[in-house]
């Protein structure tokens, strides 16, 4: 049988004892720092794949907070066209036209004229239902503005507290709020 390579150069005399366990102990620790480089790279890929989990598990979880954002204003969109559909006032084409400004125009309906007087007293209100404008009570307009205050385009106060200056000469005169243009 061949003998190893060290222990040729051992028998030739070219080295010693000392000098082949020297050797052994230098071959069993390279391969000792191989196992454990191999186990920290192992360990690293483990760090980078948990990374990449977690990561992973936060933008699904933006997704769903997304997803969960538009599935409630959807929601309240369907509720805010339900309260106007069943509280929904007539409208009347050949009645007064009533104006209002709407994103810095002058937009107007023609209501009744008794719809007018509910107007301008604010038991009733006008809200923008997608291009239209419909004509609610005020119970309803109220029911809307807790869920979504833009959608209500007029709603006068019923009551308007204004501090008198005393020495204001038209004190004594109300300015009436159905004033037509």
Known sequence: ????FQEQLLKLGL????QVNQAKKT??????????KAQEIVDENKIIAQQAVAEKKERERLRNL??????????????IRQIIDSNRLIK???GVAFRFPDRGKIQRIFVPKDTLEDLSRGRSAIVRSGPFYEIIPAVAAERIRLIDQRVI?????QEKKVEMDAED???GYEVPDDLMW
Do not use: F
């Open 1 to 4: 049988m061949g003998k190893t």
């Open 153 to 157: 385009v007029l709603q006068n106060g």
């Open 169 to 171: 000469p038209y004190a």
């Open 66 to 79: 997304e997803r969960q954002a538009e599935l409630k204003k959807k929601e309240e969109a369907e509720q």
């Open 92 to 94: 009347d084409p050949n």
């Open 15 to 18: 080295v010693d004892k000392k």
């Open 27 to 36: 071959e069993h620790q390279k391969k000792t720092l191989k196992v454990s």
